[in-house]
Antibody, heavy 120, light 111 residues
């Protein structure tokens, strides 16, 4: 069974770049079987889809974040990454990584989430 | 793209049935065959319970069922059990460049 685990700093200063890693185990990120996705949830609010990457290099971003977000993948380390630049307090949220089977439309596996707080 | 609307909380006694609604627009729920539902216990990763509006993944109890009418999707839990107490949220694939939109989440309490 595929497992995903987010990691990264829990505190980021305003205007800096938030960087998170999702480590995938129990499956190969380069198998082509999944899109690899980032999702976030600000406190007291609903979930927000950030973007997804396929190992072919195809990437889709939420238009509301597109100017600040970058998702990448390292197939050798079986990891994928999120970078969000110029962060503000509004970017404080629990960040989840999740997998989306290629050709399907539901997120089949999720990480437990990691809280990132933007504060000076 | 706005979040899908769900009731903040729903409660029921063991053995009862409850239904959680998820209301969107014609650009998401109403125009999509790809609505999914997730269960999340505190501190745990979300788990998919329903996909493609009404399909159950292998291993998910038959007590969970999904449906859709117009711009509103619904998750019904029948024969409510204590372990069903969790937060449930919906998600919809959309016809816009915001590929996915999620519900606001519903806290289910088993009385």
């Amino acid at each position: 069974q595929v497992q995903l685990q987010e990691s990264g700093p829990g505190l980021v200063k305003p205007s800096q770049t938030l960087s998170l890693t999702c480590t995938v185990s129990g499956g190969s990120i380069s198998s082509g079987s999944h899109y690899w996705t980032w999702i976030r949830q600000p406190a007291g609010k609903g979930l927000e889809w950030i973007g997804r990457i396929y190992t072919s290099g195809s990437i889709n971003y939420n238009p509301s974040l597109k100017s600040r977000v970058a998702i990448s993948v390292d197939t050798f380390k079986n990891q994928f990454f999120l970078k969000l630049s110029s962060v503000t307090a509004a970017d404080t949220a629990v960040y989840y990584c999740a997998s989306l089977p290629f050709g399907d439309y539901e997120f089949d596996y999720w990480g437990q989430g990691t809280l990132v707080t933007v504060s000076s | 793209q706005s979040a899908l609307t769900q009731p903040a909380s729903v409660s029921g006694s063991p053995g009862q049935s409850i239904t959680i609604s998820c209301t969107g627009t014609s650009s998401d729920v109403g125009g999509s065959n790809y609505v999914s539902w997730y269960q999340q216990h505190p501190g745990k990763a979300p788990k998919v319970m329903i996909y493609d509006v009404s399909n159950r993944p292998s291993g998910v109890s038959y007590r969970f069922s999904g449906s859709k009418f117009g711009n509103t999707a619904s998750l019904t839990i029948s024969g409510l059990q204590p372990e069903d107490e969790a937060v449930y949220f919906c998600a919809s694939y959309t016809s816009s460049s915001t590929l996915y939109v999620f519900g606001t989440g519903t806290k289910v309490t088993v009385l």
